[in-house]
């Protein structure tokens, strides 16, 4: 699943392309993915692109009607003066494919499924976007919205890791739960946009063990979190950004430094990486760096050694 690294990045090469560009066509290719009517999808016809962002995991692009001097205004949308936003979260297998011309026709079913296909035209250049979900799990979301907070998900979001005014403090805040830290960071109602991934990362990093319990932290472990998080997640914007989409994530794997990589030396001690398997996910950690030598319990292996 994309995390904040390569939705940011997503967002900023999708803004650099489509900012100022007319919107064509907007086609739903399942019916279920798209979680709102009102809006109707088809009020985005003829408006503007102002902005592609990000906020969580969620992508968000932002449009504003054509002034009607610039002959706009011939979508469905008068009603809709003000700004109208596409929320994409892409969700476990969902990625943007982008294509130089606009795809004609119903976006295709089965293999190579599309849940949502855009054309947008800038400048007399087209630009394709196919929202593509992969996996037979169908979770890719797109809301149409007049304001963020009306996709609930986002109006339940924490705080950014990034912000400038996340302070260890506000952090520190957060910290008070009894809960796994390894959950905690992938919590996005606590802390918005990290996920499995990052938050193997930012733990090894930090030399915690996922399943410590956040609220025991004490200040030194809280402060070296704090700092982890900021980097490894300021470091894998830094590597992601001007990638295009189709390279993001052989980007992001490549910069894993234990996630996804059991079996293989800690690149900071050459202990071996283990795995802790759970029925729908693995977290992967190193025992010299994070838990004092010792493997955690791990459901799977302790079968085989009954
Ligand atoms: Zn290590």
């Known amino acids: 699943m994309p995390e904040l690294p390569e939705v940011t990045a997503l967002a900023e ?9 007319v919107v064509e066509q907007v086609r739903i290719g399942a019916i ?15 408006r503007r692109v102002d902005s592609v962002g990000r906020r969580g995991k969620f992508l968000v692009l932002v449009t504003e009607p054509v002034p009607a001097e ?88 924490g705080p950014e890791p990034l912000a400038e005014d996340f302070t260890l403090e506000a952090f520190r805040k957060l910290l008070n739960h009894r809960k796994q830290v390894k959950g905690l960071l992938r919590d996005q109602k606590i802390i918005a946009g990290i996920g499995n991934a990052y938050s193997d990362e930012i733990l090894h990093a930090a030399k915690i063990s996922p399943f410590a319990i956040a609220s025991t932290l004490d200040d030194v472990s809280t402060a070296r979190l704090y700092e982890s998080m900021r ?30 990589r059991a079996g293989e030396p800690c690149p ?39």
């Open 70 to 157: 610039d002959g706009g205004d011939r979508g469905g949308g008068a009603d809709d003066a003000g700004p109208l936003a596409v929320v994409v979260h892409l969700a476990l297998g969902g990625w943007v494919r982008v294509t130089d011309r606009i795809q004609e026709g119903a976006p295709p079913r089965g293999k190579g499924y599309v849940a949502a296909r855009f054309g947008f035209v800038r400048d007399g250049e087209e630009t394709g976007i196919d929202l593509t979900e992969a996996g037979t799990w169908k979770r890719l979301s797109v809301h149409i919205v007049r304001r963020l907070e009306d996709v609930p998900a986002i109006a339940d979001l």
């Open 231 to 260: 980097r490894v997640l300021t470091d894998a914007v830094e590597e992601d950004l001007g990638h295009p989409p189709e390279e993001l994530k052989d980007e992001k794997r490549r910069i894993m430094r234990v996630h996804r």
């Open 13 to 21: 090469y999708l803004d650099r392309r489509l900012a100022g560009a």
């Open 32 to 46: 279920n993915a798209l979680k709102t009517a009102d809006p109707p999808y088809t009020a985005l016809v003829g």
């Open 268 to 306: 900071v001690c050459g202990d071996t990486i283990l795995e802790v398997s759970f029925a729908d996910s693995a977290l992967q950690y190193c025992p010299s760096c994070q838990t004092g030598g010792k493997p955690l319990a791990d459901r799977r292996t302790s079968k085989f050694l009954k």
